[in-house]
């Protein structure tokens, strides 16, 4: 049977070379003499901390005190040591031994376990790394079954742009989840986002500084989303000043019309005639039976040209300026009655 084998390593206070077998190592860092050594050490420095501590200067103030009290009571001192007590003469037997240890030369050391004694294998200084690991390779501990996680997990908070930041980089995330806190997990080839258990996002992990990375798809579902905002926003502002229009848009669906083209177009013709006859020109184009753009621009004509009105001139005003042309929804104004009626309650009360 072979003998075991064993893990060599220098003693981190004299720095000797220390053999331990499996059954002993325990990851030691002293040999067997500096353990004790290095404890007592580490005990002498606690106590040196605590004794700068506020508590450990009471503590020590206080058994100065006592040791005092203590000293006032002592009546025997002890002899002084003579002079000649602390020489040893030496020994003759001795001073030969040491001379034949310095001649004779010195045997190999054993590799015997610095703990418990066992005879450890001899070490093959010709072994590669690669030989020992095949020869110990059976001696191993499988790996678990489910790997332990080493993903870097942070919690991260998305603004209004649809960008999470993670080391020093910003990566794309679905416009769905903007204005909400997320979290980030990272390993070293892959970063990952996730809404609580849902995974919204897979990102090459980047290493370098101030750099987007972006998926081409959230960037797609988001300029998608922005065009049909800015359509509804069109028809919302067309419909409010034309009421009209709502009923001309959806004869227009109904025969596969371009609605966005056409909100445009009616839109234009809004700020060139004004609400009024834009109203009056879809209504035509209504009964009519056309729901097109040039229906209405032909009606827009005729009732200009039985005006006798010159042809409209496009002015491109500022935007402070449209603004006051802006078409207002009046309120009902019953709730400022009946602040005024509470007010007049308060009064007629204090008054009693």
């Known amino acids: 049977m072979q003998p075991p084998?064993?893990?060599?390593?220098l003693c981190a206070r004299c720095r000797a070379q220390v053999f331990v077998c499996r059954q002993c190592d325990r990851g030691n860092r002293y040999c067997r003499d500096c353990a004790a050594h290095a404890r007592r050490d580490s005990v002498r420095e606690a106590g040196q901390r605590y004794q700068r501590s506020r508590r450990g200067r009471f503590a020590h103030a206080a058994r100065a005190r006592r040791y005092r009290v203590r000293r006032q009571f002592v009546t025997h001192h002890g002899s002084p040591d003579s002079p000649a007590d602390g020489v040893l003469q030496p020994d003759r037997d001795d001073a030969v031994a040491l001379a034949n240890a310095a001649v004779r030369p010195a045997a190999p050391p054993?590799?015997?376990?610095?703990?418990c004694g066992t005879l450890l294998s001899p070490l093959d200084r010709a072994m590669t790394v690669r030989e020992a690991f095949v020869q110990e390779q059976?001696?191993?501990?499988?790996?678990p079954a489910n790997p332990f996680p080493v993903e870097e997990?942070?919690?991260v908070k998305v603004g209004k742009t649809p960008y999470v930041r993670?080391?020093?980089?910003?990566?794309?995330?679905?416009h769905t989840h903007v204005r909400r806190t997320l979290s980030v997990r990272a390993d070293l080839n892959q970063v990952r986002v996730f809404d609580g258990a849902e995974m919204i996002a897979s990102h090459r992990r980047s290493y370098d500084r101030a750099e987007q990375i972006e998926d081409p798809q959230h960037l797609k579902t988001l300029v998608e989303f922005k065009r049909e905002a800015r359509q509804h926003r069109g028809i919302n502002s067309l419909t409010r000043a034309v009421p009209s229009c709502q009923l001309l848009l959806m004869r227009a669906a109904e025969r596969g019309a371009n609605i966005g083209g056409l909100t445009t177009a009616l839109l234009r013709l809004l700020d060139r005639y004004?609400?009024?006859?834009?109203?009056?020109?879809?209504?035509?184009?209504?009964?009519?039976g056309s729901a097109h753009t040039n229906t209405v621009r032909a009606a827009l004509e005729r009732r200009r040209a039985a005006r006798g009105a010159p042809p409209p001139v496009v002015i491109n005003l500022p935007e402070h300026v449209r603004r006051k042309d802006a078409p207002v929804q009046p309120h009902r104004l019953d709730t400022y009655d009946q602040l005024t009626r509470e007010e007049g309650d308060d009064v007629d009360h204090d008054q009693q």
């Open 5 to 9: 084998s064993g893990r060599l390593y």
């Open 110 to 115: 054993q590799l015997n376990c610095r703990f």
């Open 138 to 143: 059976s001696l191993l501990l499988p790996l």
């Open 153 to 155: 997990q942070v919690a």
């Open 166 to 174: 993670f080391d020093l980089n910003d990566y794309t995330v679905p």
């Open 274 to 288: 004004g609400a009024v006859e834009l109203q009056a020109a879809v209504e035509d184009a209504l009964r009519a």
